[in-house]
């Protein structure tokens, strides 16, 4: 059984939700950029899926479409899109699990988003 969000986002109701703590992940991820950069695109996609993930309820795992991420980023082309959530993947802020076309997976760890 799924749900969606009010952002358009499916998530499964058999899924598990985590209690976090918002500010303290963002502390936790501005401190890892010291020491760990990443591209403006790659931070804005972080913030957007941590919000999204708040938007689940934490949920452990959520599928959101490249095109609702797209809509919340200005000027975001599908290529830059895809070398951010690489960026973000490479670098372990990110989990992604690509499915098929229409399904895709993400998360954040630590809670880093695993997405």
Known sequence: ???LTKEGVETKSVNKKRIIDT???LAEF?????YKPISSNAIA??????RIAS?????????VTNTILMSKI???????????????ITNNYILYK???KSKRCFH?????IVF
């Open 1 to 3: 059984m799924s749900n």
């Open 23 to 25: 500010e303290k992940q």
């Open 30 to 34: 501005y401190s890892t950029l010291d």
């Open 45 to 50: 996609i972080y913030l957007v899926l941590l």
């Open 55 to 63: 938007n689940t309820g934490w949920l452990e795992e959520f599928k």
């Open 74 to 88: 200005k000027n975001l082309s599908i290529s830059a899109l895809q070398r951010a959530r690489n960026e973000l």
């Open 98 to 100: 690509k499915r098929n």
């Open 108 to 112: 954040i760890f630590n809670y880093k």
